[in-house]
């Protein structure tokens, strides 16, 4: 039971956009803690995708972007390809747990 | 470009220790980095298992303290993982992962490696 909550899966025909939603609580998210998004593509290790709630690293392309507001923060994934079909998970900080919690993880299907 | 390799048993007996060390190339250990492990079993998500500095400064998963140590070696440039007392629910791929600070994002990741807890 993930202490940050992400939908299984969402999907998308290329081109279009899709989100991800990540939602947390006042002992992670909504204290404040940033936020950091990866992807995983089949059979691979995660790779960092954004960090520090919107920050992109260096050649992650900008059709990917995320926000933090409240308790919940979000991924977006404009231009939708077919390379892009992943599993996407959100981390943060959680205070109850003192230690880092990830999502439970969004299966990305590119229709 | 720093690059992570984990190394180690792929099976391990239930009761026993599961033991994996992640090996650092392109990189110091003893940079201003955290070192830590998360794993994932077959087809679910990511758990983070712990993470140590290089001063031997370490932050466990409160699920997971009673069974886990973590230990780095400067003079090898590599950090290990112990996992005492396993049973098939630890089954999982184990990546050894570079945080930029404490309990933060993480910028590098090894490949991964299966252990498996079977008889």
């Known amino acids: 039971q993930s202490v940050l909550t992400q939908p299984p899966s969402v999907s998308g025909a290329p081109g279009q956009r899709v989100t991800i939603s990540c939602t947390g609580s006042?002992?992670?998210?909504?204290?404040?803690?940033?936020v950091h998004w990866y992807q995983q593509l089949p059979g691979t290790a995660p790779k960092l995708l954004i960090y520090v709630n919107s920050n992109r690293p260096s050649g992650v392309p900008d059709r990917f972007s995320a926000s933090k507001s409240g308790t919940s923060a979000s991924l977006a994934i404009t231009g939708l390809q077919a390379e892009d079909e992943a599993d996407y998970y959100c981390?943060?900080?959680?205070?109850?747990?003192?230690?880092?919690?990830f999502g439970g993880g969004t299966k990305l299907t590119v229709l | 470009q720093v690059q992570l390799q984990e190394s180690g048993p792929g099976l391990v007996k239930p009761s026993g220790t599961l033991s994996l060390t992640c090996a650092v190339s392109?990189?110091?250990?003893?940079?201003?980095?955290?070192w830590s492990w998360v794993r994932q079993p077959p087809g679910k998500g990511l758990e983070w298992i712990g993470e140590i500095y290089h001063s031997g400064s370490t932050n466990y998963n409160p699920s997971l303290k009673s069974r886990v140590t973590m230990s780095v070696d400067k003079s090898k440039n590599q950090f290990s993982l112990t996992l005492s007392s396993v049973t098939a629910t630890d089954t999982a791929f184990y990546y050894c992962?570079?945080?930029?600070?404490?309990?933060?994002?993480?910028?590098?990741w090894g490949q991964g490696t299966l252990v498996t807890v079977s008889s």
């Open positions: 981390q943060s900080y959680d205070s109850s747990l003192s230690g880092v919690a």
């Open positions: 992962a570079r945080g930029k600070y404490s309990s933060n994002w993480f910028d590098s």
């Open positions: 006042s002992s992670n998210i909504g204290a404040g803690y940033d």
């Open positions: 392109g990189g110091s250990i003893s940079s201003s980095n955290y």
